[in-house]
């Protein structure tokens, strides 16, 4: 740490170092960072959408820390040096479970122990939980909390499960969205899948629903459907408006000359294949059918409908397929208006 420290200090007096320099010191500087936290500390590395953590402390590790911005915040202060030494101790306090973002993780940890033993943590970026029945919670509101296990008690009381909760349609229908989810989902679930609301979309792609509210989000049961369609009521189609009206407009962004991608940040990206509207949309730039991936939820890769671009979208699909938290299918598909099918 103290030769990190060192070079970090010296590099950021080097007026001579090429601009190009910053990136690539950072990201092996931070990479270095990291490696050392987690050895001194003990705990593991957190990718997703190319953002690194490391969760630092013994198992379950419970603390959250970005060595990557540590290492950037060092860069821009004026001692250097100083700055670093606050960042570690910042980490020595997370992996303590007395940082910030850590004492949210302990504190909902504890509440979920007590009131939902028959719920874990099955994965983790952050402060963004996924727990074993596919609830998804983020525990950032836990950080301005006066006190962390209270808030923390409360969110758990809200979680699904238990007696069956019926929630009426007033409250569910601006707050269904739907969901892609893949192979992998549908077999992590297990027998516990049946009794979710699941409908095949293509190959091994199925369409769910979910309740979304700030900082967490839950997957509709078949019986809470199966209630509101006796009622009368359209799940389906209003999770489908309240998909179309979560972004103004389609942000399509260039990945290389074949493949573009569609990545608004809502976790909503993937799910947006299903708008009908899409083909309409993307006419102008893709023609007509035009392929698309959807390699997790955050992102909805694009490509025309030719051999070349099909590789270059497979290729991109697969990789980021890979290493993504919540993985839905890797190959392409053909869309043309709303008719959907493998590529």
Known sequence: MAW????????????????????????EAGAYLGLLLIDHLGG????????????????????TFDPFAAIDQALDANDPHDA????????????????????????FRQALASARPDRRVERRHGL??????????????????EDAHVAAARLVSLLPGGAAVHLEWTEAETRLYPRLVGEAFVAELGDRGDALQLRPLVG???????????GRSRFIRRDEVDRWLDAGHDP?????????????????RTVDDHVFALTTGDALDAARLLLPNLADELEGRLGRPFLAAVPHRDVLLLAK???????????????????????????????????????
């Open 204 to 214: 091994d792609i199925h369409v769910a629903l979910q309740l979304r509210y700030p």
């Open 305 to 343: 409908d030719d051999f070349a671009a099909e590789r270059a979208l497979a290729r991109h699909a697969k990789e980021l397929h890979d290493r993504a938290p919540h993985p839905i299918a890797a190959h392409p598909l053909q869309v043309d208006g709303t008719r959907i099918t493998e590529g």
């Open 84 to 107: 670093l030494v606050a960042a570690l101790r910042d980490a020595e306090a997370e992996a303590r479970g007395k940082g910030p973002s850590s004492r949210c993780v302990v504190a």
């Open 236 to 252: 389906a189609g209003a999770a489908l408006a309240n998909l179309r009206d979560a972004a103004e407009r389609l942000d399509v």
């Open 4 to 27: 990190l420290a060192e070079t970090l200090d010296d590099f950021a007096h080097d007026e001579d170092a090429p601009p190009d320099d910053d990136a690539r010191f950072l990201e």
């Open 44 to 63: 593991e590395c957190s990718s997703r959408d190319q953002q690194h953590h490391v969760h630092l402390g013994p198992a379950p590790a419970p603390g």
């Open 128 to 145: 963004d939980l996924a727990l074993d029945d596919g609830t998804e919670v983020d525990l950032e509101r836990l950080r301005a909390a």
